[in-house]
């Protein structure tokens, strides 16, 4: 009796495991269908609270909904129209990389040779080939002319689901066994995520300004596309921030010195101290119910599944998975695995 039973719990895990392979490799099939609808949602997720602060001064949602839109589309035109000639410039600028190159190289090679490395400086400038990352930002340009297509339609989505967001509360419930425990595990999700979120983009936003002054007052040339990179890569967790600095670092090693280079490393550091080690502890509170090393590695996992999008938004992504774990007696048990207990 025992042994049947024993089996029968091994073929349902085995059952359960093979349907899960079935729906990751689906997700992963759907990537181009299922990242924007994610995007839309979160981005719904961080408006929804301007969204009802705004009905707090008797403004009806659907007016209030176009406002906070407006906004983000007069932003975004600004903000494309700046990258784009940011974008001009450093692509004019690109053939200059190899020649400056050279100079630091040589200057290493002294230093190589007494190190007992021997590397021909001749056959690594070859190597350096500047044509590939001017074909990288002409890509870019051309996808920042059909981007406004994309972010309309994302936009548009956005607003659809902010206008469907008072009806779920008398929608969702027939569809659930508990419907009490259900929407209190919704809005958990929900308040989490959003506090999540919200500061996380404050915190971003900041960041990315920080960044940009801190680059312009050095005079470090595109310190507006690195400013940006600062504040997109800040949504990832623990190696964003130090990813978003290597570009500009490189830069200014090339093109400026190593002393200049040196004032920028500590700069970096500097800001992420400040921001990342006590300011965004502060904001965030007791923290996130995850353990460190479960943030890590749901930032590799949701890349994989998602793209770039998926890095973005690893933490909630996973927030959102733990609470729905939580609400199964299968799931409880993941669920702890997945928590920070030290909190």
Not at 28 to 54: D, G
Not at 125 to 134: G, H, K
Not at 140 to 161: C, E, G, H
Request: aromatic fraction near 8%; proline fraction near 5%.
């Amino acid at each position: 009796m025992t042994k049947s039973i024993t089996t029968r719990n091994a073929m349902k895990a085995v059952v359960m495991l093979g349907m899960l392979v079935i729906i990751l490799v689906g997700i992963k099939a759907a990537e181009e269908i299922i990242v924007p609808f994610i995007l839309a949602l979160f981005i719904a997720v961080i408006l929804n609270p301007f969204i009802r602060r705004l009905e707090r001064f008797h403004i009806p949602r659907i007016i209030a909904i176009c406002l906070v839109v407006i906004v983000i589309i007069f932003a975004l035109v600004l903000l494309l129209a700046y990258l784009g000639t940011s974008l001009n410039e450093l692509a004019r600028t690109l053939p200059q990389y190899r020649s400056s190159l050279i100079v630091p190289l040589q200057n290493l090679e002294p230093w190589l040779q007494r190190a007992g490395i021997s590397v021909s400086i001749d056959d690594l400038s070859r190597y350096v080939d500047p044509n590939a990352l001017m074909s990288l930002v002409t890509q870019l340009l051309t996808q920042l002319s059909n981007a406004m297509t994309s972010i309309f339609l994302l936009l548009l989505t956005v607003v659809f689901m902010l206008i469907e967001v008072p009806q779920l509360p008398r929608k969702l419930p027939p569809l659930m066994s508990r419907p009490e425990e259900g929407m209190q595990a919704i809005q958990r999700a929900l308040d989490s995520v959003s506090h999540y979120l919200v500061l996380k983009t404050g915190i971003s936003i900041v960041t990315g300004i920080v960044v940009w002054a801190m680059l312009a007052a050095l005079d470090i040339r595109f310190a507006f596309i690195w400013g940006l990179l600062a504040f997109a890569l800040n949504y990832i967790p623990n190696i964003g921030s130090v990813i978003a600095a290597i570009p500009p670092i490189i830069q200014v090693l090339v093109f400026n010195g190593f002393y200049e280079m040196l004032v920028v490393v500590a700069g970096y550091l500097l800001i992420n101290l400040v921001i990342g080690n006590i300011i965004e502890p502060r904001m965030m509170g007791k923290g996130l119910g995850l353990s460190t090393l479960v943030v890590f590695l749901s930032l590799i996992f949701w890349g994989w599944l998602l793209g770039p999008v998926g890095m973005l938004l690893s933490v909630p992504l996973t927030i959102v998975v733990k609470i729905a774990l939580e609400q199964t007696e299968a799931g409880k048990g993941i669920a702890v695995l997945l928590s920070d207990m030290s909190q």
